[in-house]
């Protein structure tokens, strides 16, 4: 659930079973118009068009976009589709569609970790920040939301293609010491007015609520046929929170949403578990970036903008038909020798959950 700044209040509940609802819009239905006398003569419906360079696909089919990448990690721009094959559980699947992806708009959350252990490396995350959304957001297209967390999440500003806001919310993000906080990391514990628990949640971090309720609530409702994505700065210990890792990850398969993890840390608090980051990375898709410094800093986040225009979107339809819900596993494989020679590696999630019902 989702602490919001703003007067405006963000529907929500409260957390039962420790479990948040998704937020669905509901379309006005259009009022039907009477029939006229006469019966109209009935219009073809018409042939449905290719936007923006993306491919239209059956609503059964599963789209996964991936990317490639030589030894050296730079990104490979040639790929044919008779360069690869897909498996779903291990069984091939016939390709139905195969395209570069320069041009997808995007949906995208930056969350920003502001526990203790941040204090001192915040400003230079906020101006990374604050620099990759200006070179990244077009206006017409892409829109970007911020979130900020401890042992709770803060909705910063929702998903808005407005520069200006997203900077002020970006500048709005703080370190805020809990009830009693002294400095190095040190809490007097009982300092009143805070409660223990409040003052608990407050010197926390819990990474994986922030990762589930921003993929629940925020990317979850995003619009269809854009690239959506989570770009987390933290140094990857969670000490708190409801959920488990394997729960964000599984919130993010279903948001279809990939995850790029920025390590940032403080060698004073032990500096990045990058085990963790690692694996939530590459879980959903996405890289994980560790950079040591603010130059490097800014050079994940352009890695992370170069990486999300220059990816390749597969489509293809699931030879088990089944919307029984199940978590399926995904793997792209290389077939054309001579890149797998070159050792080019395909980054691309590892697996989706096929629809239940009528519903994705």
Known sequence: ????????????????????????ETTEAQT?????????????????????????????????????????????????????????????????????????????????????SQQRTLPEEKSAAISFIESVVRPTKDEVSIVSFTGESTLEQGMTNNLTRLRRAIDRVQFVPPSGYIGGGVVAPGTPPISGDNQAVTGSTAIWDAVWVTSAEVLGPAPEKTRRAIILLTDGENTSGRKKLEEAVDAALKAEAVIYTVGVGDDFYGGVNKGILNKLSERTGGRAYFPRDERELREAFKQIQEEMRSQYLLAYEPSNPEKDGTYRRIEIQLVNPELAKQKVKLTHRQGYFAKSGGKK
Request: proline content about 9%; overall charge negative.
């Open 1 to 24: 659930m989702f602490r919001s700044r703003f007067a405006l209040v963000l529907t929500a509940a409260l957390f039962a079973a420790g479990s948040a609802f998704l937020v669905s």
């Open 32 to 116: 039907a118009t009477p029939a006229p006398a006469k019966p109209a003569t009935p219009t073809p419906t018409p042939t449905p068009e290719e936007e923006d360079g993306v491919i239209r696909v059956e609503t059964e089919a599963v789209n996964v976009l991936f990317t490639a990448q030589d030894k050296d990690r730079r990104l490979l721009l040639t790929l044919k589709p008779e360069d690869v094959r897909i498996l779903e559980n291990g069984q091939p699947q016939e390709i139905s569609s195969f395209s570069r992806q320069v041009d997808l708009p995007l949906s995208l959350a930056i969350l920003i970790d502001t526990s203790i």
